[in-house]
T-cell receptor
Framework: GAVVSQHPSWVICKSGTSVKIECRSL??????MFWYRQFPKQSLMLMAT?????????EQGVEKDKFLINHASLTLSTLTVTSAHPEDSSFYIC????????????FGPGTRLTVT | SQQGEEDPQALSIQEGENATMNCSYK?????LQWYRQNSGRGLVHLIL?????REKHSGRLRVTLDTSKKSSSLLITASRAADTASYFC??????????????FGAGTQVVVTP
């Protein structure tokens, strides 16, 4: 149980285009999902908190107009990188929070974005 | 900003040896979690320890938590080549607006050689 998927696994796009990444909880409902970014050989940095039916909240320094987050249902959150540039190339990971004995987070497999 | 600092940054051991890594954090926490990440892959949840717990075991893993020192350690006993990965601690802070938001440490890269 508690499986989170991401689509696509990797994507290469040209500078200036937009890319959408999907995060799905497959066997549970998640009112809260999180989006992280990880640069090579670095740790995960929280970008935003995605709540079903409401606007996402962004961490300091993360441009909300560049990273559009939509949490349309209890099993799906999407991250759209708009007007992508090479510096946006990174590993994007989502997580979904679920109550087990504590509120635990289960992570998706990540999406590798390369902007050329 | 990163909540946790981990040491060592990297660790190389032989199969059968134990691996120990440490994590320090700055604020009061609800719990601390340890994750493993294989190169270029997603995170695997290993263990969660609550702020009122001092030690927890799961298979070959042993986690300790010292809230007075704001530190935690992860011990992997009898390591295997398959344990080669990066290990991250992550804290869930007590602050009102940070519920569920995990702050990750810098990670420890572990290499286990046969």
């Amino acid at each position: 149980g508690a499986v989170v998927s991401q689509h696509p696994s990797w994507v290469i796009c040209k500078s200036g285009t937009s890319v959408k990444i999907e995060c799905r909880s497959l066997d549970f409902q998640a009112t809260t999902m999180f989006w992280y970014r990880q640069f090579p050989k670095q740790s995960l940095m929280l970008m935003a908190t995605s709540n079903e039916g409401s606007k996402a909240t962004y961490e300091q320094g993360v441009e909300k107009d560049k990273f559009l987050i939509n949490h349309a249902s209890l099993t799906l959150s999407t991250l759209t990188v708009t007007s992508a540039h090479p510096e946006d190339s990174s590993f994007y990971i989502c997580s979904a929070m679920v109550l087990v004995r504590d509120y635990e987070q289960y992570f998706g497999p990540g999406t590798r974005l390369t902007v050329t | 900003s990163q909540q946790g600092e981990e040491d060592p940054q990297a660790l190389s051991i032989q199969e059968g040896e134990n691996a120990t890594m440490n994590c320090s954090y700055k604020t009061s926490i609800n719990n601390l979690q340890w994750y493993r990440q294989n190169s270029g892959r997603g995170l695997v949840h290993l263990i969660l320890i609550r702020s009122n717990e001092r030690e927890k075991h799961s298979g070959r893993l042993r986690v300790t938590l010292d809230t007075s020192k704001k530190s935690s350690s992860l011990l992997i006993t009898a390591s295997r080549a398959a344990d080669t990965a990066s290990y991250f601690c992550a804290t869930d802070a007590v602050e009102a607006d940070s519920w569920g938001k995990l702050q990750f440490g810098a990670g420890t890269q572990v290499v286990v050689t046969p």
